[in-house]
């Protein structure tokens, strides 16, 4: 079993930047892709970013690329999201996940994820 803790959101003004930390118990973390989810009040849950348990594959959602990178530190049993050029839209709770997936790619879909963090406010300001 996997238990997640985030750390890292707060309220930061549009273009800026903020780095988000999941931290996992269990020595079994660095045999799961991970992911980062996101979830703004009255929308569903939506797929961030992944990266697949040895780090070489990452997979980003299209509002995200190329202002958001996941990565991962294995020794330290840490996942994080530096997330740059905020936008208000950007504004959700944001939560990590680990994923059971065979596959890295399929981390893009919520259904594939068995472990759940609850989520840290990110509030991105106009």
């Known amino acids: 079993q996997v238990q997640l803790v985030e750390s890292g959101g707060g309220l930061v003004q549009a273009g800026g930047s903020l780095r988000l930390s999941c931290a996992a118990s269990g020595r079994t973390f660095s045999r799961y892709a991970m992911g980062w989810f996101r979830q703004a009040p009255g929308k569903e849950c939506e797929f961030v970013a992944a990266?697949?348990?040895?780090?070489?594959?990452?997979y980003y959602a299209d509002s995200v690329k190329g202002r958001f990178t996941i990565s991962r530190d294995n020794a330290k049993n840490t996942l994080y999201l530096q997330m740059s050029s905020l936008k208000p839209e950007d504004t959700a709770v944001y939560a990590c996940a680990a994923c059971s997936a065979s596959y890295p790619a399929y981390c893009t879909r919520g259904g594939s994820y068995d472990y759940w963090g609850q989520g840290t406010q990110v509030t991105v300001s106009s």
């Open positions: 990266i697949s348990w040895a780090g070489s594959s990452t």
